[in-house]
C-alpha cells in the first residue's frame, strides 16, 4: 500500500503512526542511505538492507492512545533472529534495523502499551506483512490493524487474546514540511510555510578594520558543515571565517593567515597564496575546504578549514602547496583564463564559475582544469577555441555580466546576470530555459546573488542600494513564490541584499552588503508538524504581490488495491473573513490515468473538518484543494490532510 519515494512519508495507523523508510535516513533530507548526492540509488549493489521506523503519536490524538506510554516493535522474518526495539512516546522517535537479508517476507509488528519500556497493558497491536525491495530504493506495505485491549500476558506475536474483532483502516497523513513537499505535489501560488519563517534572529558585524568587522562592502559566505560561516570582504581583500554565532575564528589576507583577533593585518591588495585583489565568492565543498574566487588576481585559491593553503589555478596554470603563487599576467581570451566572481561546486568537486566582466561562465576540473566554458551564444570544451570577443548580450547562452552560478544535485547549472533573469543549462552546457525576475516595483537590479535553498527553490537577492530591496523566492521552472526583506538599516532590513546560505538547523545568514553586517534569519523546519499551506506573499511586512487563489494536489495515496475510500479529512488552523479552503478527490486505477476532479465539499470550517469519500472507489486517490482570500494581508491556513480507508 504505497511506493516511498526518496523524501519520507508517513504511514499511520489511527492508533499508532509509524513511518518506515529504506535505508535509514528519515527527517535530514530527501537522501536516503546508500544514495549519491544526485539521489541516485545503488542499493541494488549491496547485499543487506535496512529500515528506520517513526513512531509518533497521531496529531489527531483519540482516547485510547492517550494512555499509551511506549512501545514496543518487533521485525520477524523467517530464519532470521527477531529484531526488537522498545521507544517511549514523549516524543517522535526514530529507531532503525540493519544488516537485513533483502528480498522479502518480513512481518512488522508494533504493540502500544500503558507503561513506560513497554510495560502494563496492551492498548493497541498491529501487524504489518513488509517488502523489502533491496535494489528499487522503496518499500512496499501492506496494513491491516486489529485493535483490542490485552493483559500483560499478551505479546507482539499473537496480540491481545481472541485477536480482537474490530478491522480498522489505514490512514494517511500529510502533516510536515517534508510531506507536504512530497515529489509530483502541485504549489500553484500555494507555499508550504513554517510559522516565523523567514524572520529576523540574530546579527553580526560592523563597519571596521578589525578581526570580526567588514568594509564598506561585504561580498559573499559560505556555511560548512559545522556551521563556520565564511565572509569575503571584497573592500579589506581578506576572508575571514566565523563560528555560526559569529565569533572570529580565523583570518586570510593581505598576505596572511590569522588567527588571533587582535593580530589582523592592515588591509591591503597581494597576490601571494594568502591574499587577494577584492574577493568575491566563496563556497566550500564536503571536506570543508574553502574556494575563494580572488576576482582583480583572476584565480581561485582553495584553503583547508583551517585556512592553510592547499591549491589555486587561474591563467591556465594550476599550482598546489608549497608552490607559490605565479605572477599575475594579463587577462587573455583563451581558455583557463578567467575574472571569477560567484562560484560553486558539483557532486563531483568541478568548479563552476562566474565569469562577471567576461560575459561568460566556465567550469573547471578539481585540479583546475578548463572543461567548459558558456557565453557569447555558444558552448565550447578544452581544445576548442573560445568566441572572438568578450562581448555582452541578452540572448540564450549570453551574459551582460555573469554574476553568480549554481549547480543543483543533477548537474543543471542556474546563472544570473546584469539583465535581471536567470538562465539554466543542462549537465553539458546546453540551454534550457530563462526566466526574469524583474518585479513590478523593481524593474532592475532583481538578479544578484543567488541560491539554491534546502527547499529546492531558488532565492535571488534583489540588489540596490535604494528601495525596494528583497530576496525573490522562484521554483527552479522561474514561478514566483514569494519574497522578504526591505530597504533600510533595521532588523531584517538591507542596504544591498548579497549572499544567502543555510546552516544545519534550518536557519539561514544573509549579507546586508552596504551595511557591513550579516544577518540570520528564520528558515524552514522540515521536520515540524506546526507549518503548512498557505497563499504566497503572506509572511513578511512589504510590498510583496499576494496571490488571491492557487491549489495543492497531495500525492497519490495507493490501497495496494481497489477499495472503497473512506473519508478524508484536513484541519484549518486559520480561516479568516473572505477566505475559502474547498477540496476536491480524483481517482484513478493506475495511477496514471486520472478522473476528473470530483467535488468532496465547497465549504471548509476553522479547525478540523472531515468529509466521506464513500462513493468512490478505486486503487489511488488523491486530493485536491484550492485556497482562495479576498483579502491581500491574510490567507487560509491548512495543517493537516489525510485520507481514512
Known sequence: MGILSSRPMRWAWPLLPLSLVMGGCLAQGPLLSGSEPGGSSHLASQARASVSIRVALPLSTQAIVSNTQSVRILLRNAGVPDQ?????????????????????????????????????????????????????????????????EGGGADDLVTGPAGNGAVQLGAQKLFTSMTDFQTPGASTSNVEVFYPGQNSYLSKFGTLGNLSGQFGSHIQMLAIDSKDCVWVSDDTHHRVQKFDRDGNFILGIGSGQLWTVPGAVPAPAINATNYGFSAPAGVVVDAADNVYVADLNNHRVLKYDANGNFLMGFGYNTPWVAPAAAPAVPAHLNANGHFIPYGLDLDRYGNIYIGGYPDHRAYVFSPSGQFIRGI???????????????????????????????????????????????????????????????????????????????????????????????????????????????????????????????WLSDGSFYTVDRNNSRLQRLKGMNFTDVSGGLRLVGHRQPDTPVYAASGTYITPAVDAGSSVTWGSAFWEVPSLPGGTQVVVDAATSADGVTWSAWQLVTGTSVQGKNTASLAALTSRFLKLRLSLSTGNTALSPEIQEIGVRY
Open 84 to 148: 526488537t526495539a522498545t521507544v517511549n512516546t514523549g516524543g517522535a522517535t526514530t529507531v532503525s534495523f540493519s544488516d537485513l537479508p533483502p528480498g522479502g517476507g518480513y512481518t512488522l509488528y508494533a504493540a502500544g502499551y500503558s507503561g513506560l519500556n513497554g510495560t502494563g497493558t496492551m492498548l493497541s497491536w498491529g501487524k504489518l506483512p513488509v517488502t523489502l525491495a533491496s535494489g528499487r530504493n522503496q518499500l512496499s506495505l501492506s496494513l491491516s490493524v486489529v485493535v483490542k
Open 375 to 501: 557565453g557569447q551564444g555558444t558552448t565550447w570544451v578544452s581544445g576548442q577555441a573560445p568566441p572572438a570577443a568578450f562581448t555582452p548580450g541578452t540572448n540564450a547562452r549570453e551574459f551582460t555580466s555573469c554574476w553568480h552560478v549554481r549547480v543543483d544535485r543533477d548537474g543543471v547549472m542556474y546563472a544570473t546576470d546584469g539583465t535581471d533573469r536567470v538562465q539554466v543549462f543542462d549537465p553539458n552546457g546546453g540551454f534550457l530555459r530563462s526566466f526574469s525576475t524583474k518585479a513590478a516595483d523593481k524593474t532592475s537590479g532583481t538578479a544578484g546573488y543567488f541560491d539554491i535553498g534546502p527547499d529546492d527553490n531558488l532565492y535571488v537577492a534583489g540588489y540596490g542600494t535604494t528601495a525596494p530591496v528583497f530576496f525573490q523566492m522562484f521554483t527552479k521552472n522561474g514561478a514566483y513564490l514569494g519574497r522578504f526583506g526591505r530597504f533600510g538599516t533595521g532588523d531584517g532590513e538591507y542596504n544591498n541584499p548579497e549572499g544567502i546560505a
